[in-house]
């Protein structure tokens, strides 16, 4: 399995919002003012699934988040 985990130290991300961030176009009502559509979490999550894998979050709101991706090795 290959695990790769992007952290950051910003912000975090609300609870509220956590179960919807991958979503199409989501926008949390706490984010009006950062820039974005809505669609790189959907599409990082499209992309990691295409190959067999999850992504997942874990977020402590005023702290950060860190974004996990989890790929099962195939063999063919």
């Known amino acids: 399995m290959l695990q790769i985990v992007v952290e950051d130290n ?3 991300i ?3 919002d956590v179960y919807h961030i ?5 926008r949390s009502r706490f984010s009006k003012d950062t820039q974005g559509i809505g669609l790189g ?3 990082a999550k499209t992309i990691v699934e ?3 894998g999850n992504i ?3 977020s402590v709101l005023g ?3 860190a974004f996990i991706i989890n790929i099962l090795e ?3």
């Open 41 to 43: 979490l959907p599409l």
């Open 50 to 52: 295409l190959h067999g």
């Open 14 to 16: 609300h609870s509220e």
């Open 63 to 65: 702290k950060g988040s």
């Open 56 to 58: 997942k979050v874990d």
């Open 22 to 26: 991958f979503k199409c176009f989501y």
């Open 74 to 76: 195939t063999t063919k």
């Open 10 to 12: 910003g912000c975090g």
